[in-house]
């Protein structure tokens, strides 16, 4: 099965700070990663496919990259509503796994 | 747009059958994946498997002895099966459409809460 780490585990940040969370794999994954925001109480919400494209809809502040085994998610300007869980997903083979997430908090 | 809806009981006793109903609404069942999802309160998100409307399914071979995922396509509905539950069990569990190429998992339903306990 593959691996997936996240970091860091949490975070403090404030608006309109630009922040970075890592997503390694244990091994390569090509492109096939997602990332995803989950808020208290809620399902996780889609945010970007194939390691770098946005889901519609979602904002240009966010962005991602990588290949291979390392990967990034990158807010560039904090909005008070993406603080939340982030987590990366590897979709190149099942079991399809996540990251243990990333918590985005107010500094 | 597609709407998902788990349904269920919230409360199985251990070494029981956890049984859980996803409905899909706004669409059509066939010619996508569909899969469950689960998250033990305050920790991460483990995949359980999915399942195409022909019935094909893949499993996460850390659950493969007790899960099964089945589908009515007649009804939108595909369904989990968890059987000879434990505490550690206990989670919440969400169900979501599978796009096939990219693998993500878009939308979600909003997620049950089943607790293990006797």
């Known amino acids: 099965d593959i691996q997936m780490t996240q970091s860091p585990s949490s975070l403090s940040a404030s608006v309109g700070d630009r922040v970075t969370i890592t997503c390694r794999a244990s091994?390569?994954?090509?492109?096939?990663l997602n990332w995803y925001q989950q808020k208290p109480g809620k399902a996780p919400k889609f945010l970007i496919y194939?390691?770098?494209s946005l889901q519609s809809g979602v904002p240009s502040r966010f962005s991602g990259s990588g290949s291979g085994t390392d990967f990034t998610l990158t807010i560039s300007s904090l909005q008070p509503e993406d603080f939340a869980t982030y987590y990366c997903?590897?979709?190149?083979?099942?079991?399809?796994?996540f990251g243990q997430g990333t918590k985005l908090e107010i500094k | 747009q597609v709407q998902l809806q788990e349904s269920g009981p919230g409360l199985v006793k251990p070494s029981e059958t956890l049984s859980l109903t996803c409905t899909v609404s706004?669409?059509?069942?066939?010619?996508?994946?569909w899969s469950w999802i689960r998250q033990p309160p305050g920790k991460g998100l483990e995949w359980i498997g999915y399942i195409y409307n022909s019935g094909r399914t893949n499993y996460n071979p850390s659950l493969k002895s007790r899960v099964t995922i089945s589908v009515d396509t007649s009804k939108n509905q595909f369904s989990l099966k968890l059987s000879s539950v434990s505490a550690a069990d206990t989670a919440v569990y969400y169900c979501?459409?599978?796009?096939?190429?990219?693998?993500?998992?878009?939308?979600w339903g909003q997620g049950t809460l089943v607790t293990v306990s006797s």
């Open positions: 091994q390569s994954i090509s492109g096939y």
């Open positions: 706004g669409g059509s069942i066939n010619n996508y994946y």
């Open positions: 979501a459409r599978v796009e096939a190429v990219a693998g993500t998992l878009d939308p």
């Open positions: 997903q590897q979709s190149y083979t099942t079991p399809y796994s």
């Open positions: 194939a390691a770098s």
